[in-house]
């Protein structure tokens, strides 16, 4: 019985995970978001995040075990995201579960953000199986060869703004509320995505790797060219959401057929995308590989994932020290996240 908390940015997390006979059950995964606070202010606010997760974090511990049905005294193991993230988020939950594990005795496990969102597909299943790994975030693009639990080979990334940062970038400048990716692919769903034809990076020394800053460049000057760009809105959102998915799938596929992977596993905030979802699926089908989903609770920040990668890293290796600290450059696969 492993209790996790997840505080690496905006959205105070807590989950309570078990493996017993019968497999792996997610007891209860709730989160406390903070949109509302920082939609005003067009992004997170470090400083905001920071107080509000040291309000929201005793009652959502407590409310977790409750929604359980588990005491403190039946939980075994303690966790938290130790990077990567903003610092003085991930003090928070870090200090209160090691806190935890302290005050009780019982062992504690430091998790990579990453790494969470790296497994989340494979929850279900209780176990981390042999594929590739899409991360599509905020913050992170990253394309992961993954051959075990804590075997992983990093095969790309971007090497300026992440997917997610895109559409957050292309949301302001259309006046979107933030975030802005829900809006974008919402506003999509009504244009033509062969409206504006928006360019497609192509990197030849590091094909696997990706690029949207010149995309979005080429959205903000297409903008300046518009006498009136919100009567465009949905065609605009529809041609810049393509551009991002025909990336995104194009190097997937590729980088499967680098490491003969049969299975495609894709995870983070964008992978809520409908769109990427079924354009991905349907490549997949058509190269005669499978396609694995985080499920859509798992897909944003969350504990959920935090709990199924320190259970994974519970049966793998031994318990960190208390010492452990933060970490919010934290690196995956050796390279740092971008």
Known sequence: MLLAIESSCDETAVAVIRRDADGVSLLTSLISSQI?????????????????????????????????????????????TRGPGLASSLLVGLSYAKGLAAATGKSFYGVN?????????FLDSGKSEPHLG????????????????????????????????????????????????????????????????FPRAVLKDDPLNFSFSGLKTAVLYQLQKLEDPQSHLADICASFQASVIESLVKKTLLAAKETSHRIIAI?????????????????????????????????????????????????NRTPDDLNIGIDPNLKVCGVANR
Do not use: W
């Open 113 to 121: 953000h990453m790494e969470g969102h790296l497994l989340s597909p």
């Open 267 to 315: 995870s983070g905030g964008v992978a809520c995308n409908k769109a990427l979802q079924e354009a991905l699926a349907t490549a997949v089908e058509k190269e005669g590989l499978e396609l694995r989903l985080s499920p859509p609770a798992l897909t944003t920040d969350n504990a959920g994932m935090i709990a199924f990668a320190a259970l994974l890293a519970s049966e």
């Open 36 to 80: 509302e606070i920082h939609r005003e202010f067009g992004g997170v606010v470090p400083e905001v995040a920071c107080r509000n997760h040291a309000q929201r974090i005793r009652p959502l511990v407590q409310a977790a075990l409750e929604d359980a049905g588990v005491a403190l005294d039946n939980i075994t193991t303690f966790a938290a």
């Open 134 to 197: 899409l991360i599509v975030s905020g913050g992170h693009t990253l394309l992961i060869d993954v051959r075990s639990f804590g075997d992983y080979r990093l095969l790309g990334r971007t090497i300026d703004d992440a997917a997610g940062e895109a559409f957050d970038k292309v949301g302001r400048m259309l006046e979107l509320p933030y975030p802005g990716g829900p809006e974008i692919e919402k506003h999509a769903r009504e244009g033509n995505p062969k409206a504006f034809r």
